[in-house]
């Protein structure tokens, strides 16, 4: 999808459909009180709001692959924090302003409130707790009268000169969509989307790039609540009048759709979807009752017949062949920009590390170190603990026993999120890449430990996040070249062939300029010719000073290129020796190799 | 005051308990949780009402009635919502699937039944104050169907099926097991328990086409406090659930119950993510 698309140069077709659908939305916006009524003003309008509310719900449905489905209970909670703050129900009335900010404010606290149980679990429980969320809040407004006015409603807040009338109005609420596209579009394109769509696709590779869930998500929903509060406070402007009513269930579900016809991972989908259904909702209105069964409808039928929604339909880019020669030249001259900042001598110790599954011993007292610029091969029969070792030094797995130091300081256990900035980067059995982003965007993932701009830097691309985002994507073109698929830099990972995506992987954890590399089975489902590149590529980034930590089960590939090799065998290791030794050790001839 | 909190409490929980064996049995052979399932408890009591007030039938007739126009709504939730889904599980579009066609359900009894809460009748007018049936009947219909299940998973050949699925469904697959035939049967006979809970709670909580979105919540939480697919969780966490929601609605009236009851849904999410009686998370890597 399309989200691989803009951060590219090569892809300048696609920007460019991009941009000239924005300044056609522009035009049509700009020319509307020119030659349009009331009537008119009052749905530009109302799609505006709707568009302020999905701007930032897109961050968390779209991009962070969050399904919040009742966020029409945050709409519901500005629309009555403004009316109620500016109507003086439960103190001095406040300015129209003023509560429009504090209906942002409520926005964004409910927000995360209800967001907390989608830092640690499944998306279904965040599904229902939005869900409930917006069972409690209809309720609450009901019978809460002396402040709500329960089911006779209340008035909404009414915008000093010149927003008052219905143009004025009009325009305001045009001014806060935009400037909503613009940071939403910021976010999108920046880390932090990267981050999202990552927590989205392949966690656990997320992790380990240095991306931590709980910061990613409380950000966007920060974001998506207050837009959300601030979208409901305009709305009860539009309306004049709201009551419970006001707020059903299906205008979520509209939202939803909206989202999801767009296509997930883009901007300007979401934005053209919720264009479509606030026309939609006029056109359905002489369906009354029946109009909700027909939004219900249509949800079924997207997810069903085009999960990708629009955008996925017409991203032709994607749908051309691809090169059709997939030879890969390397060349690892480049591979000197990601040579390891400092160099000690021996970056990863391991003491007496075990690890247990309940009654099984997964690694059993294991002691091993890794020296920088050695290629440390650890191998061993299927279940010995070669990956499960891996694993716990990633953070994955916290052993019950034993010290890991890391670059001469003890490394905690757990806590794979902080691997990367140490300088540990790995690659996985099976590639984890993000499918529905260009090759580029993956590898820029893996930068993303060494960012140090702040979020809101990034919403507003001051210079300092514009000039970190351009070296990020210097790297990894760098990257790129240097495992040779440059020439694959904006297609979308998922065209990519199965070895080309081992190479990916390693460009990945390359940007992390890492002190120790893991590869685990680098080599499985590569040709011939491709291992011997592998192999090169591997002993180039060994030579600039990385500790590699190779797990293969290649016998001759382990043999001709490692330094040093360790034998695993039920969790404990049965030789480690310098290759020519180990591979006529009587054990491990017996136990692994075989004769 | 007591007798009368304990005495809805356990009503009002046993309720919310079918709902989430609902969900369970349902996510048993699919690993879905579908919205659905707090729609069935509401046609119980519409359909419940629909025959027996408005077509007269006998509860005799009326209850089978229920049970296999609900066991229905459960085959088409497979079917329709469930079904064309599983291939991409991870990508949890059966949330919006099944969302989609509980609203489906919703909007059609709004607009056949109405939006108003109609009358359930009294189905064997026994009992007054707080040992009105209406207190008992939900808590009765609970304890016969932790029966019967317990029975069919334990004694059945169908049952014992049905838990080889939810335990490793490639491996019951390998062992022959009609797979697909066994979750449509898991779809109905969820269903069936789905509308037991919206008959046997009818005269407490009405005919009424909102009650879907309510039990879809509610329901949900004693799934919550009990641990995924974890059937005894899900009737200790819902008669707690209900006495909670009934102490609170008594002491500080309904709103805050409500409210109450919602904080203390996302406290637990967050202490103890996987439930009271729950296993574990597995593997990630």
């Known amino acids: ?595 | 005051m007591l007798a009368t909190i304990i005495a809805s409490g356990l009503a009002t929980g046993a309720v919310y308990a079918l709902v989430g064996i609902t969900y369970n049995t349902m996510y048993a052979t699919s690993r879905v949780m579908s919205f659905t399932a707090g729609q069935v408890g509401m046609l119980g009591g519409v359909l419940g009402s629909l025959y027996m007030i408005v077509w007269g039938l006998p509860l005799l007739l009326a209850l089978p009635l229920v049970l296999a126009s609900c066991a229905l709504i459960g085959v088409i939730t497979e079917y329709v919502a469930v079904r064309p889904v599983l291939k991409s599980l991870e990508q949890h579009l059966y949330v919006l699937s099944t969302l989609a066609l509980s609203l489906m359900f919703q909007q059609v009894t709004a607009i056949e039944w109405g939006t108003e809460p109609r009358p359930f009748p009294k189905l064997f007018g026994l009992g007054t104050g707080i040992s009105d049936e209406k207190f008992w009947i939900p808590v009765i219909a609970c304890i016969l169907t932790i029966i019967g299940l317990e029975y069919l998973y334990r004694y059945t050949l169908l049952g014992r099926a049905f838990v080889a699925v939810a335990e490793d469904n490639y491996a019951a697959q390998a062992l022959g097991l009609p797979e697909r035939n066994l979750r449509i049967a898991s779809y109905a006979l969820a269903g069936a328990i789905g509308g037991l809970a919206g008959f046997s709670g009818g005269e407490l909580m009405l005919a009424f086409f909102a009650n879907g979105a309510v039990l879809n919540f509610y329901g949900f939480v004693p799934v919550a406090l009990g641990g995924l697919g974890n059937n005894k969780g899900a009737v200790i966490g819902g008669l707690a659930l209900g006495l909670f929601q009934q102490a609170a609605n008594f002491m500080v009236g309904g709103i805050f119950a409500s409210v109450a009851v919602f904080a203390l849904f996302i406290i637990v999410l967050l202490f103890v993510p996987q439930g009271f009686f729950g296993s574990a998370t597995a593997r990630r890597v």
């Open chain 1, 1 to 595: 999808m399309s989200l691989a698309a803009p951060t590219h140069a090569a892809s300048s077709d696609f920007l460019t459909a991009n941009r000239l659908t924005y300044c056609g939305l522009l035009i049509v916006a700009l020319s509307l009180p020119w030659v349009g009524n009331d009537y008119w003003a009052l749905i530009a309008t109302r799609a505006a709001i709707y568009w302020v509310l999905v701007s930032g719900l897109n961050l968390v449905v779209g991009y962070a692959g969050q399904l919040a489905i009742g966020y029409v209970a945050l709409l519901t909670l500005g629309a009555y924090t403004t009316s109620v703050l500016t109507a003086g129900n439960v103190m001095p009335p406040v300015h129209p302003y003023i509560a429009l900010m504090i209906a942002g404010l409520t926005g964004a606290f409910f927000g995360v409130f209800i967001g907390l149980p989608a830092l640690r679990l499944r998306t279904f429980y965040f599904a229902m707790t939005t869900l409930g969320f917006a069972t409690i809040v209809t309720q609450v407004a009901l019978a809460w009268q002396s402040v709500t006015g329960g089911g006779i409603g209340i008035t909404g807040p009414e915008f000093p000169a010149p927003f008052n009338s219905a143009w004025g109005f009009y325009a305001f609420c045009m001014g806060i969509a935009a400037l909503c596209t613009w940071m939403t579009s910021n976010v999108a394109h920046s880390r932090h989307g990267r981050a999202l769509v990552a927590i989205r696709d392949v966690e656990v590779a997320a992790e380990s790039c240095g991306v931590y869930k709980p910061h990613a998500l409380i950000k966007v929903f920060i974001i998506a609540g207050m837009l959300a509060g601030i979208s409901g406070g305009l709305f009860a402007s539009l309306q004049t009048y709201i009551t419970p009513d006001a707020f059903t269930f299906e205008l979520s579900v509209l939202f939803f759709i909206s989202i999801l016809i767009g296509g997930r991972g883009s901007i300007i989908g979401p934005l053209l979807g919720t264009i479509i259904l606030t026309l939609l909702q006029e056109i359905a209105a002489p369906l009354a009752a029946w109009s909700n069964f027909l939004y219900a409808v249509l949800l079924l039928v997207i997810v069903l017949a085009m999960p990708g929604g629009i955008a996925a339909l017409i991203d032709f880019k994607n749908k051309k062949a691809l090169h059709s020669d997939r030879n890969l030249v390397l060349d690892v001259d480049l591979l000197g920009a990601f040579k390891p900042e400092t160099k000690q001598s021996q970056p990863l110790d391991l003491k007496g590390i075990r690890l247990q599954f309940g009654a099984l011993r997964a690694i059993d007292g294991l002691d091993f170190h890794v020296k920088s610029g050695e290629i440390h091969g650890l191998i061993g029969p299927n279940g010995s603990g070669k990956t499960t070792t891996l694993n716990v030094i990633s953070g994955f797995y916290s052993p019950q026993f034993g010290q890991m130091v890391f670059d001469g300081q003890a490394l905690p256990a757990g806590l794979p999120h902080l691997r990367a900035g140490l300088g540990i980067g790995r690659t996985y059995q099976t590639p984890k890449i993000v499918g529905e982003a260009s090759v580029l965007d993956n590898v820029m993932l893996g930068g993303i430990a060494s960012s140090d701009t702040h979020f809101i830097e990034t919403v507003l691309t001051l210079p300092r996040a514009i000039a970190e985002e351009q070296k990020t994507r210097h790297d990894a073109l760098q990257a790129l070249r240097a495992v040779g698929l440059d020439k694959f830099a904006s297609v979308r990972a998922d065209r990519l062939q199965h070895s080309e995506l081992r190479f990916l992987e390693i460009a990945r954890a390359l940007m992390g300029r890492p002190k120790l590399l893991m590869l685990d089975e680098p080599a499985a489902g590569l040709s011939v010719e491709e291992i011997k590149k592998l192999g090169e590529l591997i002993k180039g980034v060994a030579k600039n000073g990385t500790a590699i930590l190779l797990v293969e089960h290649h016998a001759d590939f382990i043999f001709s290129i490692c330094d040093y090799v360790t034998v695993l065998n039920l969790g404990k290791p049965l030789a480690s020796d310098i290759p020519s030794v180990v591979r006529v050790h009587k054990e491990v001839v017996s136990a692994y190799l075989g004769a």
